[in-house]
């Protein structure tokens, strides 16, 4: 089944890549956010992770392991942490995360928002189990602090080149801008990689940690309001910053009148 599965992702990948590459990169302008263009980019980054997860053979691990055992459910020190994981992702993503998202006006579909951070939570929780495996591999006999120090460092990067330079740019519409891509990355992000990881090196609980991600990537697509990709309605694309060659970043929303901007007041950001 695992394989049956696994062969329709490489399928689709490969469909989704066709069609960006024939009908929305011909047309790409970095001026203009395409919701339809952005959904077909992400799907193929999805069906990628599930892919190399297949590959890796994290999904066999993934399955392999129990959502939780008898012991974990009696031991107070297991059930501490579950819930103190699980309430510093929604009071990171549900709350910091959301306080400080641009919105711009973008509408609430929850029919489309919560789907896309369903699939997006699955890839990403996914991501970091490839990396946790990697680095299981990678040091059988290493000490539990070793291995949880390679993957930090690995999936640290990894985080920060795709959301810097890969999804920030292509794939959200415009949501931070100069002050708040800090502050979410160090209240938010480097927070919830490293209790995460702290979290399965402990207690090997990997259908959690995708769950955990789910929650935290369900309240980022609701919370920037990802457009849905049928939506016509105008949204600013990510303000890119060129570095060299064809490489950009994102740099986030500069206002032109920041004392005055209501979308930097709406997201409580300074002005």
Known sequence: MLDVVNILMFIAFISFSLLYFFKFQPRFDPLVYDPAAAWVRAFMYFTACFYVSYLT????????TPLWTEAQLSDPTWIAWTVGVTAFILFAYWGIWIRYTIRFDRKR??????????????????????????ALEFGPSWALWQTWAL?????????????????????????????????????SHIPNVS??????GLYENYAILIA?????????????????????????????????????????????????????????LPR
């Open 195 to 200: 209790l995460c990881l702290v979290y399965v």
């Open 109 to 134: 579909h929850l029919l489309s928002q919560v789907p896309f951070g369903i699939i997006w939570g699955l890839a990403m929780g996914q991501v970091v189990l490839i990396v946790w495996h990697f």
């Open 151 to 187: 993957a930090w460092v690995l999936l640290g990067l990894w985080q920060w080149m795709w959301q810097d330079f890969g999804w920030d740019v292509y794939i959200s519409p415009e949501h931070d801008s100069p002050w708040s891509i800090p502050v979410k990355t160090a209240a």
């Open 212 to 268: 955990l991600q789910t929650v935290a990537l369900i309240g980022a697509s609701v919370g920037m309001r990802m457009p849905p990709f049928w939506s016509k309605d105008v949204t600013p694309p990510a303000r890119r910053v060129h570095l060299f060659g064809p490489i950009y970043r994102a740099g986030g929303y500069l206002s032109p009148d920041p004392e005055n901007d209501p979308y930097l007041k709406d997201a409580n």
């Open 57 to 64: 053979g994290t999904q066999e691990m993934i399955l392999a």
